[in-house]
């Protein structure tokens, strides 16, 4: 069977289920939204890094591990034309650790990306089958400074926003000295709490009691709520690092508040774990991103041990929490001119040429329409003004130039001066 073969022939076009378009302006508002982070976190020492949309499913399996819900139950995997197996990328950590391992940069080495990842979730508004996050990674320092780093950019784009109904938890997840002992304590906790956990923990809680803590139903939040402290069984590096985290945050004002169940769903993160919540958005998806240290997982992929940290923001819940708080509206730059020719030579080509290479933003009418029709485009492209050129223009050297968004009439321009009379009007 070749693929697709059983693909219904009636299809219909549209976009997958939980996926979506993202159009003009609201794509403009995107563009910003990445220009912004881009500026910020290059101010910082992060470069781009591009990955791969797919990467093999080891990647994945090793570094989030098999047993969370992103790899178990929700990544798109696939045999390409090889038998190789392929995943599509859940999440943007693993890919960029992937890139350390294979380029081999020297430490310490920062990356920014912005990339779409797949999970095949339960549509509903706010959680999609694709989103996008723009994230940072942070690769080779243990230094509880860069922690301060990476989670102070984080809020200062959130903030920089005009956020202001964003909480920021931070929690630490101990390391391989501490994390056995507190899984023991809480596993034995939650045994003794057994018959009140919600039912799918109540059989499964002992594989990996970690997850009970990130269980959102009422019955586990009741019981978790009185269980052991992960911060009152770190060992004493750990303690000390975490104790460096929060008096950083408390020197750079960046508030925020310790939540004992933030373990979050990857299997790599090491001591810092943090997380941002909207207040301004429904509860089940408010999470506007998070991220954490993890020192374990350039090794899981084979690569020399070597620390890291960063964090994954949502661009999809990021905007939603924006405008339940009404800031960061869409805003799209208009077109400085719409050209209109109805002489049918080539003054529209030469005029349209020009105005873009002296750096305006133009577009034109084509096809030959009638200046009515032509007028129409203009409008509706939201030019802010209309240049004309009909027959008389053309005999006599002119463009009528005609405000579309202003009072004023149409004023004839000489066609040598046309870039000086736009650029005098626009300023
Ligand atoms: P995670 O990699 O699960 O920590 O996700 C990082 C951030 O990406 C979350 O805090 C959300 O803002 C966003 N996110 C995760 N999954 C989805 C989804 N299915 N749809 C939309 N946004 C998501």
């Keep these: 069977m070749t693929a697709g073969s059983d693909a219904p022939a009636d299809a219909p076009a549209r976009t997958p289920k939980g996926m979506h378009d993202v159009l003009w302006p609201e794509s403009a508002r995107w563009e910003r939204l990445v220009a912004r982070f881009a500026a910020l976190v290059e101010g910082a020492g992060y470069g781009l890094a591009i990955t791969p949309i797919v990467e093999h499913v080891g990647i994945f399996n090793r570094g989030i591990g098999e047993g969370s819900d992103v ?78 780093e990476v989670i102070a950019l984080a809020f200062d784009f959130i903030a920089s926003l005009g956020l202001h109904q964003v909480i920021l938890k931070v929690h630490s997840m101990g390391n391989e000295v501490c994390r056995p002992g507190y899984v023991e304590l809480l596993r034995a906790f939650l045994a003794e709490h057994r018959s009140q956990l919600c039912g799918p923990h109540q059989a499964r809680f002992e594989q990996n009691p970690l997850r009970v803590l990130d269980c959102k139903t009422p019955e586990c939040e009741d019981v978790t709520e009185a269980a052991p402290r992960f911060v009152d069984n770190l060992c004493e590096p750990c303690a000390a690092h975490f104790a460096r985290v929060r008096a950083g945050l408390d020197a750079l004002d960046v508030p925020f508040v310790v939540d004992h169940r933030l373990v979050r769903g990857f ?38 041990p070597t ?66 029709s032509q007028f129409k485009s203009a409008d509706h492209s939201g030019a802010l003004v209309a240049l004309v050129i009909g027959d008389r223009e053309l005999a006599e050297g002119t463009v009528g130039l005609n405000p579309l968004r202003s009072d004023g009439e149409q004023r004839d321009i000489p066609r040598s001066d046309i870039v000086d009379e736009l650029r005098a009007l626009l300023s």
């Design 71 to 148: 790899v178990g139950k929700e990544m798109y995997t696939f045999v390409d034309r090889d038998g190789q197996v392929m995943a599509l990328r859940p999440e943007g950590t693993a890919p960029v650790v992937r890139a350390y391992v294979q380029h081999h940069p020297v430490p310490p080495w920062k990356a920014w990306y912005v990339a779409p990842s797949f999970r095949h979730e339960n549509p509903q508004h706010g959680r999609y089958r694709q989103h996008f996050q723009l994230g940072v990674e942070a690769l080779g320092p243990s230094d509880a400074d860069l922690d301060v």
């Design 307 to 372: 620390p890291g940290i960063g964090f994954g923001l949502g661009i999809e819940r990021i905007l939603i929490a924006c405008d339940a708080e009404g800031v960061f509206a869409t805003e799209a730059p208009p077109l400085h001119a719409y050209v209109i020719d109805v002489t049918g030579g080539e003054s529209a080509v030469l005029l349209t040429a020009e105005l873009r290479r002296a750096g305006f933003r133009v577009d034109r009418g084509f096809d030959g329409r009638s200046m009515k």
């Design 267 to 304: 299997d790599y993160y090491t001591r810092t774990t943090f997380e941002f919540a909207s207040g301004a958005i429904d509860a089940a998806q408010n999470a506007l991103g998070g991220g954490g240290r993890y020192n374990g997982l350039v090794e899981m992929l084979g690569g020399p």
